[in-house]
């Protein structure tokens, strides 16, 4: 039974991400352009509020996290092509780096 129970709830699950994704659009392409634009700013609001949340966990993480970021922003100009994604892959698996070394040495709160 609860085979089942679980298997249901995964197709009502994929039934309501997939309407919820149509419906979103259609209202997205239906906004006027002066109001649609504002939603590219969402994802690099979410990016700053977890990065806040964690500034304030831990102080050193996130100077370094943001020092390491500026200086990605540079580097990657001079990458043929400019691959943006970089900047963020290096910058969270250096501070991820960073983070579990202060661990070890028990410096990181």
């Known amino acids: 039974m609860g ?3 679980l298997s249901v709830s995964i197709y009502v699950a994929l039934f309501f991400v997939i309407f919820a994704t149509i419906l979103g659009q ?23 509020a977890i990065f806040g949340q964690f500034m304030v966990k831990s102080y050193k993480t996130g100077l370094f996290a943001l020092l390491i970021s500026t200086v990605m922003i540079y580097v990657v100009q001079f990458i043929p092509g ?15 780096l960073f983070a579990r070394k202060e661990l070890e040495k028990g410096q990181l709160n």
Do not use: C, Q, R, W
């Open 26 to 48: 259609t209202v997205i392409t239906n906004l006027p352009a002066d109001l649609a634009k504002y939603f590219e700013l969402i994802i690099p609001g979410i990016y700053g």
């Open 82 to 96: 400019s691959p943006s994604f970089v900047i963020t892959l290096t910058s969270i698996f250096t501070t991820i």
């Open 3 to 5: 085979t089942i129970g």
